[in-house]
């Protein structure tokens, strides 16, 4: 379940990059704005994250992903629910900041 739990994680981290990045190749050109897209990306992604053990209950006693192929439900019930916010979201988040710090300044170089 922890594998399953860290691929959608990666994806959604990946599609919150694309989407931004598509999104601010405008605001970069009219306002010259580089660190537009990192910011709001890492911000999005960790408010996400942060967000994500009180998504998962869909109500009393219940989860919304129960027996289904995305029930990780365990993970932030059974011992880790004080880790993911403390340990796991920032760590994620902050390997979100460096990746797109990453992309940015590859991006330089190659102009």
């Known amino acids: ?17 694309v989407g931004v990045a598509a999104a601010s190749t405008a605001a970069k050109k009219a306002f010259k704005m580089q660190w537009t897209s990192p910011l ?13 053990p009180f998504w998962i209950y869909r109500g009393y006693g219940s989860f919304r992903f129960e027996n289904t192929w995305a029930d990780v439900s365990c993970f932030f019930t059974e011992g880790y629910g004080l880790s993911f916010p403390f340990v796991v979201v920032p760590v994620l988040t902050l390997a979100t900041l460096l990746r797109e710090v990453l992309i940015l300044r590859f991006q330089r170089h190659r102009s």
């Open 1 to 17: 379940m922890t594998a399953q739990l860290a691929l959608a994680l990666a994806a959604y981290d990946l599609a919150v990059s």
């Open 40 to 52: 709001l990306t890492t911000v999005i992604v960790g408010s996400s994250l942060a967000y994500l």
